[in-house]
């Protein structure tokens, strides 16, 4: 689409005559005192000669004013001619003279709602405030910051959502407790919305429990999670957020485990993963909990082992690796090999499947390379000494 700009002296009349014929019916109310204010620059000739007015045309012609308001405004109050820049956008509709609202800046910053207004998305997707917020933290990947994302992004992304958001009003329906005002907080939210986009079934009952409060027993998730949210009043700031977020993912992971709980319990030093997600974060409902290497293997050496593959150059530990290990802390080693999925897990004779925490660890690395393992809170550092 072309773009057109010229210089022109803006008189009263004109300038009154395009806020009257070239309004954008999404745009924010038009702030008089901001008016007033421009209206003093121009009249002790202060205000910046070919300060920008940004006009859009529609196809059939007509032009809305997508920059310039307060502007165009104070030229007609204050009376008096100033010199403009007018540049002219030709555009598709009114959605993509949207788009073009939401990213300007001057004079007075826009909301997030203004921009969302502008775009239609106030009336396309339902209690959209709380969502803008909501998938705002979900473009982060759920690390509430308080840098301030793209705008563009955001509001692309809201659309996206819009079947979670229509879903969530449905299910919190009929609520005749708080549940429901509780899980509108954004960080709450963000993990509702993104569990109905993965795990629609299992969501929708989960959350219309929590959304209901009705004879829930003390071991259910929703019902600790209802607990938590009542307890801990405070839904601003990002770490209240992450708090929310934390909060809400755990109750979910215990519920997507089909355990149960009765205490929330949320600190500094939680890791968030949404399971059913791609947040899971690698989870593997099948995997064992990592051990000492030690403890849980007792393997021969290599030389003892016969078909070993022929070495190749700077190998890597991959699937069928068969990997020689040394535990620092003693020197001892053994050797294991990682089996693929399918194969048959044998951890007495040293075969073990690349999905679980040890094989993890390992895979990628090459000799003389360091990892780590947790063990009963306690950290075990090993090196491979060989792999072939």
């Excluded at 300007?104 to 203004?114: H, N």
């Excluded at 609520?175 to 005002?181: G, I, P, T």
């Excluded at 319990?265 to 000492?292: C, E, I, M, Q, W």
Aim: glycine share 6%; charged share 25%.
């Amino acid at each position: 689409m072309s773009v057109t700009s010229t210089v022109e002296l803006m008189t009263p009349e004109k300038a009154r005559h395009l806020r009257d014929t070239a309004h954008f019916e999404r745009q924010r109310t038009i702030n008089l005192k901001n008016v007033q204010r421009l209206a003093t620059e121009i009249l002790a000739g202060r205000l910046t000669d070919g300060t920008q007015i940004y006009l859009c045309e529609l196809p059939n012609g007509e032009l809305r004013i997508a920059n310039g308001n307060h502007t165009l405004e104070a030229v007609y109050i204050a009376g008096k001619p100033q010199l403009l820049t007018m540049t002219t956008k030709k555009v598709r509709d009114l959605n993509e003279i949207g788009s073009i609202y939401a990213v300007f800046d001057t004079q007075k910053g826009r909301t997030w709602l203004d921009s969302a207004k502008a775009m239609g998305i106030d009336q396309e997707v339902p209690n959209s405030q709380k969502i803008l917020s909501a998938v705002r933290i979900i473009q982060s990947g759920f690390q509430i910051s308080t840098g301030r994302a793209s705008v563009h992004e955001t509001l692309s992304n809201v659309h996206s959502y819009q079947g979670e958001a229509v879903r969530f009003e449905e299910l919190k329906k009929g609520s005749l407790s708080d549940s429901a005002r509780l899980m509108a907080r954004a960080g709450i939210l963000a993990v509702i919305l993104e569990t109905l986009r993965h795990q629609p079934s299992l969501a929708s009952e989960f959350w219309t429990e929590v959304a209901g409060d009705d004879g829930l027993s003390n071991d259910n998730p929703a019902k600790a999670l209802l607990n938590w949210l009542r307890r801990n009043p405070n839904a601003s700031g990002a770490g209240s957020q992450r708090d929310h977020v934390l909060a809400a993912a755990q109750a979910w992971n215990t519920r997507f485990k089909d355990e149960e709980r009765q205490i929330i319990r949320v600190s500094k030093t939680n890791s968030f993963f949404l399971l059913g997600t791609p947040h899971d974060a690698g989870y593997n409902p099948d995997a064992k909990a990592p051990g000492d290497l030690f403890e849980m293997y007792d393997v021969p050496t290599p030389e003892a082992r016969k078909g070993t593959p022929p070495e190749e150059v700077d190998p890597k530990v991959e699937i069928g690796s068969f990997v020689s290990v040394r535990r620092l802390a003693d020197k001892r080693q053994i050797t294991i090999q990682i089996l693929g999925n399918g194969e048959k897990e044998d951890p007495k004779n040293g075969l073990i499947l690349s999905t679980s925490p040890i094989a993890q660890a390992m895979m990628g690395l090459t000799v003389n390379d360091k990892f780590e393992l947790s063990v009963s809170g306690k950290k075990i550092e090993y090196q491979i000494l060989e792999i072939c």
